[in-house]
């Protein structure tokens, strides 16, 4: 539970509030690169226009393929640029014609007096962009930009990657929670018995990762820890008595998940979430998933990003009410709303409100990450009003090589070990300690 002054520091977004503010101190993902492909000798692509905290920019590229990302509104009279013309070294107002290169320099003013050094003082905000394993990534802070975290999806080749974006109708602060827990899936995801002729229509929706555990029954064991790039889990799942599934998963500061799952098998990747606020009450969640030892099934990759309209929308929002279907849910799937887990997710963190109203929750023994990770955000906030650089925002190429492995593993280890024995004795392989 949080006070209604903490809750209002996490999920307001926009300039100037302490929130916002922290946010802006990471590299965020903003647009995939196929919403502004690179021109391979014809015509620039049309610039996009983007809402992110808060703020109105179009994203476009100059006719040397740079991105470049700056305000919506002219800095003239505020016409929207992302209907102008990408020409002569930048993209140009259609209203008046002035014309802006990728770092918001005016370079042209047409119709100010000949000699006339007006554009010189005219400058339309912009912000660091560059293009990382198919994403357009910006930083919105003030000053030099911190290094992009070298995570390990970025070191794979392409086809080993499946990424797509997702919009969702609540704050970015509750998608993320959404990844934080390790015992929803088996009520929220769960198909009910009988229903594998469903399943086998539905091959993203791999069964393999459930185990046949109950937690109805059996209560996980969870713990959380702080660690320098955010937040790891560890759930215990005492499945039988002579083992326990161990599964890790991360909070990745400010606002991602590392999570098994996605179009990879368990142990050869996984899958990062980053939940991006558009503003205060919507956000895109951007799912990167990778793997180690090959390429991403194709036909699977399309098919999961099939699941969204063009635009990346659900066909199944809270504005039909999911097409929940009672009858499914008597047969099928716990939820009745279709086999797709990000649907169910939606729901789940959607209807809580457009900003969940925190003072009124209570969070049990398994919302263990999401206490820690609220805390940490919250001191991440207090270090950039004092000044400092909040966690996992990293200026030194050495403090930049450790985040191979965030440490999202899955372990059967003999029953009765603690925590601690099993991070002595079994997490070797966690990186980034
Ligand atoms: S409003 Fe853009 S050039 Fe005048
Ligand atoms: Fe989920």
Redesign the pocket.
Known sequence: MLSQEQNDLLTRVGPGTPGGEMLRRYWLPIALVQELPPQEGGDPPAPVPLRILGEDLVLFRDQQGRPGLIGIH?A????DLSYGRVEDGGLR?L????LYDVHGRCLEQPGEPAGSTFYERVRQPSYACREAAGVFFACFGPGEPPLLPDYELFHVPDEHRWIHKYYHECSYLQGNEGNLDPTHPFFLHRFLSGSRSLQSRVPINDQRRTPAYDTRVHAPRVHAEEMPFGVRMYAFYDTSPEWTDVRTSCFVMPLTCAVGGGPVPPGDGYLMNWHVPIDDTHHWRFSMAFKRTGPIDRAHARERASITTADYRFPRNPNNRYLQDREEQKTDTFSGMGPIFVVHDSYATETAGPIQDRTREHLGAVDRGVSLERRMLLHAIRDVQEGRDPPHVMRRPEDNVQLEGLGVTEHRIPAGLTWPQYRREWAGDLAAR
Do not use: L
């Not at 003239?76 to 016409?79: C, D, F, V």
């Not at 209203?95 to 002035?98: D, K, P, R, T």
């Open positions: 002219c003239h009279r505020g016409a107002c209203y008046h014609g002035w």
